[in-house]
């Protein structure tokens, strides 16, 4: 019997990847497909509202089995929290009937944290004899969606960051990660952080707009560039105090992700008198 298992987050929809199932479905026989969509854990920190990935994930997977299901292709599937290779190995471990054949599904090489983590070799090794076929989907997927980096600590709040992501959603689809650099972010809790993590997600959420959140590296720069390195990630958005007023500012925090990352870096300047807040050297 053929078990055909795909693995792929972002890129699940992808024309690509629907694409490569059906060829192999033209090529014979495939009796069954199981799309496994692993949804990203950050390296540090820990997520505010967890569930937007869940759901974002379980969105495109649909999309993809009701094109597979359309095509007259038996597929099921389902969003896993896990790395691509432990999902690979657990799904060999569990699955009736096994599977036999693997494909994954990327970025390409220069957007894929999947990519730079060696994806594709560690789920080879995950499958052991059983072949991998590595597809590349090229970045934004068929609906053009850009993931936008938002980094902001205390002006997370600040009405003219609000504005500015509104703006950048109202020119097109673009999914907002937005990370807030704390003084130790593996602790059990921030609270002044999560109050306005979650007040900022659940007014966007509101407004029909994607976006999830985390408590993130004390460093701004090494918060920013880990996320570029784990995920796809199209624009940058960076929110401060006054030059004068930010310590980001005076580590020339905006040029050196813009050097590092090669990705366009937008600077939002919030007032401390806007969000009631008095600058400490580890704010922004």
Request: hydrophobic letters at 40%.
């Amino acid at each position: 019997m053929s078990h055909v298992l795909v693995v792929a987050n972002e890129t699940v929809a992808g024309q690509g990847l629907i694409d490569a199932i059906k060829r192999k479905a033209a090529e014979g026989q495939v009796d069954l497909v199981t799309v496994l969509a692993p949804v990203s854990v950050p390296r540090a920190g820990y997520v505010v509202y967890e569930d937007t990935r869940r759901a974002a994930a379980g969105r495109r997977l649909d999309r993809t089995l009701a094109a597979l299901r359309e095509a007259g292709i038996p597929a099921h599937g389902l969003v896993v929290e896990s790395d691509p290779a432990d999902a690979v190995r657990d799904a060999f471990a569990t699955l009736d009937p096994r599977p036999t054949d693997v494909i994954l599904s990327t970025h390409p090489v220069e957007k894929s944290g999947w990519m730079r983590r060696n994806v594709v070799d560690r789920v080879r090794k995950a499958a052991g004899d059983v072949p991998v076929e590595h597809v590349v989907v090229e970045v934004g997927g068929d609906d053009g969606t850009a993931n936008v980096l938002v980094v902001a600590n205390e002006t997370v709040i600040g009405d003219a960051l609000l504005e500015r992501i509104r703006e950048r959603a109202s020119r097109g689809p673009a999914s907002f990660l937005i990370i807030s650099p704390q003084s130790d972010p593996v602790q059990s809790s921030h609270p002044e952080a999560e109050r306005r993590l979650r007040r900022v997600l659940a007014e966007l959420r509101v407004s029909g707009i994607d976006a999830h959140g985390q408590v993130a590296h004390p460093d701004p720069y090494t918060a920013a560039m880990q996320a570029v390195e784990d995920e796809r990630i199209d624009e940058i958005i960076v929110s401060t105090f006054e030059p004068a007023e930010s310590p980001w500012m005076r580590r020339d925090l905006i040029q050196r992700l813009h050097n590092d990352s090669n990705l366009p870096v937008e600077h939002v300047v919030i007032p401390a008198e806007e969000v009631g807040a008095h600058p400490e050297p580890v704010e922004s």
